[in-house]
């Protein structure tokens, strides 16, 4: 058995909670300005490097800082901590609990399913934390699309009370369709990724392993950063276009207020949206923003899984 295993077999969902809030506040802190410059590119409908304002990730960075200010690098961090701490605590919380009702519903089933299991218990755990998260979600895509010289929102709680008197609490959910045909298979594939390298592959070799308390072999922080890194590559590539098309759906109504970053989108609805990216800028237009993005997923993954982890065990040992 591996110490991933012994823990979540002690972890209370309160300690598994904490944790998961934990983690993500750590790494969205060190995460946003990455975050920041892949909405900016993802945003942006000119062809890159043909007149767009971002051309490549040094020039993004640059510009950013040089126009706006280095803090403009965490413009919307608020609301994006909130989402993240939210999120994780929703997310870690409800993907044990659900691991435990599977093993002990049935535990010859969970041993045999395993992998299939550990991935749509982490799609229903994500689903279940975007839906409640999503509202912060939308405020900091407003708050970092926004332009300085052209600022409409004070902050966050201004930002929630002119979308809801202006366009309806409706708003706070726009680009949630597109957001939850990602986020399952995002966060499924990353929880298999994750257990499977951890629980079948780094376990295994020595320069992964280290001794526990509980008299059992685990996996290293190290082992859990490369993991949570590789899970993190692997969901990011393969649900990249539904994140950009979110982003373009959740400015929409506020394209007169980024005048400044080019030509705007105007576009009706998730497939409407998909047809006029591909129509006007060509199908790699859905990957747009993907550098920093891959980037982030990477630092992001690699980071909250293994911090996660790390938290809970130190609870268990107090």
């Not at 093993?103 to 994500?126: C, I, M, Q, R």
């Not at 912060?136 to 600022?151: G, H, N, P, V, Y």
């Not at 590559?233 to 929409?252: C, E, G, H, N």
């Not at 993005?293 to 909250?304: E, F, G, T, Y």
Request: with cysteine; proline share 3%; net charge positive.
């Amino acid at each position: 058995m591996c110490y991933a295993e012994e823990i979540d077999k002690h972890a209370s969902p309160l300690q598994s909670a904490f944790a998961g809030g934990a983690a993500g506040a750590v790494t969205r802190a060190i995460a946003q300005p990455l975050d920041v410059l892949k909405i900016r590119f993802q945003l942006q409908t000119e062809p890159i490097k043909l007149g767009s304002k971002y051309s490549s990730m040094i020039q993004g960075l640059s510009s950013i800082v040089k126009e706006e200010g280095f803090f403009a690098l965490w413009s919307g961090h608020i609301p994006a901590q909130l989402l993240s701490i939210s999120y994780g605590v929703l997310q870690f919380s409800t993907f044990e609990k659900l691991t435990e009702l599977c093993k002990t519903s049935d535990p010859n089933f969970y041993v045999e399913h395993k992998h299939w299991l550990n991935f749509t218990n982490g799609a229903t755990a994500a689903t279940v934390a975007t839906i409640v998260s999503f509202p912060f979600d939308t405020i900091r895509t407003r708050l970092i699309a926004e332009q300085k010289t052209q600022k409409v929102y004070k902050g966050f709680l201004s930002a929630f009370s002119i979308i809801i008197k202006t366009e309806g609490s409706k708003a706070l959910f726009k680009g949630l369709v597109p957001t939850l045909a990602q986020i399952a298979p995002h966060a499924g594939i990353q929880f298999a990724v994750y257990k499977l390298l951890t629980d079948n592959i780094f376990n295994r070799i020595k320069f992964f392993q280290r001794s526990t308390t509980f008299g059992v072999i685990e996996s290293s922080l190290l082992a859990n950063f490369l993991a949570g890194g590789i899970a993190g590559i692997v969901s990011k590539t393969a649900i990249y276009p539904f994140d950009m098309v979110k982003k373009r759906l959740q400015i929409q109504g506020f394209q007169q207020h980024r005048k400044g970053f080019g030509k705007q989108m105007y576009c009706n609805g998730l497939l409407d949206c998909i047809k006029l990216t591909i129509t006007d800028e060509g199908f790699l237009a859905l990957y747009k923003g993907y550098g920093p993005s891959v980037l982030k997923a990477i630092l992001v993954s690699a980071l909250h899984f293994a911090v996660y982890d790390e938290i809970k065990y130190f609870l268990l040992r107090l």
